[in-house]
């Protein structure tokens, strides 16, 4: 008798094996465009030397890039061995982690935390897990920039010939989570630019 997998299970090594096949083809393309403002309003709670942890860090590009850049201390984690291996490349001598965020065990506490186009590819059901997580990795009052789905909706669609798993609460839901994780929501954006959206979080470590 055939086994099934759930969509839940299966989903996240399908995103892992798409973005290795697309890596290239989506570095590429990465420049700094809907995410700009929210960034400046990251880096404006930083000073020069602070530690950033970068979720769904991909190739570095633009983000890591940039806050290198600018002088933080930037340490990455993505679950795709290609996007590593790319940013080993454009963020040379940054702390990298091939794991999944769900799992990965990181020795330190950061003073911010960025979670940019990732959280919506772990399972909904995960999601106030991996945010707890994240609250037990910043320091208090630290600042957390996060983007999830816009939308309720779980399932795979097309990117650049590969299909991604996404999951995603509707936002109403996704900020009770934040907020019972110990974030403190600063602000919030809900953006239309696609059939899903996208909910941008700007929050405080409480």
């Known amino acids: ?7 839940a299970v299966s989903g996240p090594a399908a995103t892992r094996d798409g973005y290795d096949r697309i890596a290239e083809r989506f570095d590429a393309r990465r420049v700094l465009d809907a995410e700009r ?10 000073h020069v ?27 990455g984690v993505d679950v795709s061995h290609a996007m590593i291996e790319l940013a080993r490349r454009v963020v040379p001598g940054t702390q990298l982690h091939c794991a999944d965020i769900r799992t990965v065990l990181l020795p330190r506490r950061f003073d911010a935390i960025l979670a940019w186009d990732s959280l919506f590819h772990v399972p909904r059901e995960d999601h106030l897990a991996v945010l707890q997580r994240f609250a037990g990795w910043i320091q208090p009052g630290g600042p957390l920039l996060l ?12 990117m650049m010939g590969s299909q991604l798993f996404y999951s995603s609460f509707a936002p109403e839901r996704s900020l009770q989570l934040v907020s019972a994780a110990g974030f403190d929501v600063v602000q919030y954006e809900l953006e239309s630019g696609d059939s899903r959206g996208r909910l941008v979080v700007m929050a405080r470590r409480r």
């Open 1 to 7: 008798m055939k086994r099934e997998v759930s969509l």
């Open 49 to 75: 030397g602070q530690s950033v942890l970068d979720v769904g860090c991909g190739s570095g590009r633009p983000i890591g890039a940039y806050l290198v850049s600018i002088g933080l201390d930037v340490t």
């Open 147 to 158: 983007s999830l789905g816009g939308s309720s909706w779980e399932g795979m669609a097309p």
């Open 37 to 46: 403002r929210y960034v400046g309003w990251f880096v404006g709670q930083l």
